[in-house]
T-cell receptor, first 120, second 107 residues
Framework: QVRVVQSGPEVKKPGASVKVSCQTS????????ITWVRQAPGQGLEWMGW????????NLAQKFQGRVTMTTDTSTNTAYMELMNLRPDDTAMYFC?????????????WGQGTMITVSS | DFQMTQSPSSLSASVGDRVIITCRAS??????LHWYQQKPGKAPTLLIH???TLYSGVPSRFRGSGSGTEFTLTISGLQPEDFATYFC?????????FGQGTKLETK
C-alpha cells in the first residue's frame, strides 16, 4: 500500500536551516506530486508548496518563496523540504502528503509529521 | 492571493446530531474544495474531494456540497469517532489554502 514516512524531530537555533525528508513507497513516484503543510502548536494547517514527482517543478506559497527549497530524489522516491533562516515562529509540525489520483492539489496520503523546534 | 474562511471555529454537538460546517473562498475556486479530518496528535486524513466526492472508506454520513465560493460539510448522525477538527482546503490555479479549522466537541 502507499506509505509516506518522514524524518525525525529536529531542534534548531534561530538563523539555522533544516531539511526534512519524506520517503514514499507503494506507488510510482513520478506519477504524483508531493505537498508540504505545516501546523504550529494548537493552530491550523498552512500550505507551504508543492513539488512534481515527475520533473521537480515547484509551486510555493508566496510567504515561503526565497526561504524554502523543495527537491526530490527519484532514485529513492524521496522528497525534501529545506527551510532556511529559521525563526522561533517556524516551530511547528511539518507534514508532507501525496497529491494523488483524486485530483490536483488533493492530498490523499500523509506522512506522520516532523516536529521542528526553533529555540535559542 | 485567495483566502479560505471557515466557520464556526468550534461546535458542540451530541452523538446522533447533524452538524454543518461552512467554508467560503475569497474568489471562485469552482469545485476545487476538499475536506480533511484531524484527530489530536495525528496527521489529517482526506474525507471529501472536489466538493462532494467521498474518499475511499469514508462513511456516507459525511456529505459535501457547494460551488464557486460557498461550500458546506454536513455530518448526519454523528458517531463518537467523528469528534475531531475539520479543515477545508481550496485550490486556485497552482495555489492552495486551508480554512482555519472547526473543532467538533461533545456537548
Amino acid at each position: 500500500q502507499v506509505r509516506v514516512v518522514q524524518s525525525g524531530p529536529e531542534v534548531k537555533k534561530p538563523g539555522a536551516s533544516v531539511k526534512v525528508s519524506c520517503q514514499t513507497s507503494g506507488y510510482i513516484f513520478s506519477h504524483y506530486g508531493i505537498t508540504w503543510v505545516r501546523q504550529a502548536p494548537g493552530q491550523g494547517l498552512e500550505w507551504m508548496g508543492w513539488i512534481s514527482g515527475y520533473n521537480a517543478n515547484t509551486n510555493l506559497a508566496q510567504k515561503f518563496q526565497g526561504r524554502v527549497t523543495m527537491t526530490t530524489d527519484t532514485s529513492t522516491n524521496t522528497a525534501y523540504m529545506e527551510l532556511m533562516n529559521l525563526r522561533p515562529d517556524d516551530t511547528a509540525m511539518y507534514f508532507c502528503a501525496r497529491e494523488g489520483p483524486t485530483g490536483p492539489l488533493v492530498f490523499d496520503v500523509w506522512g506522520q509529521g516532523t516536529m521542528i523546534t526553533v529555540s535559542s | 492571493d485567495f483566502q479560505m474562511t471557515q466557520s464556526p471555529s468550534s461546535l458542540s454537538a451530541s452523538v446522533g446530531d447533524r452538524v454543518i460546517i461552512t467554508c467560503r473562498a475569497s474568489q471562485s475556486i469552482d469545485s476545487h474544495l476538499h475536506w480533511y479530518q484531524q484527530k489530536p496528535g495525528k496527521a489529517p486524513t482526506l474525507l471529501i474531494h472536489m466538493t462532494s466526492t467521498l474518499y475511499s472508506g469514508v462513511p456516507s454520513r459525511f456529505r459535501g456540497s457547494g460551488s464557486g465560493t460557498e461550500f458546506t460539510l454536513t455530518i448526519s448522525g454523528l458517531q463518537p469517532e467523528d469528534f475531531a477538527t475539520y479543515f477545508c482546503q481550496g485550490s486556485h490555479s497552482t495555489q492552495s489554502r486551508f480554512g482555519q479549522g472547526t473543532k467538533l466537541e461533545t456537548k
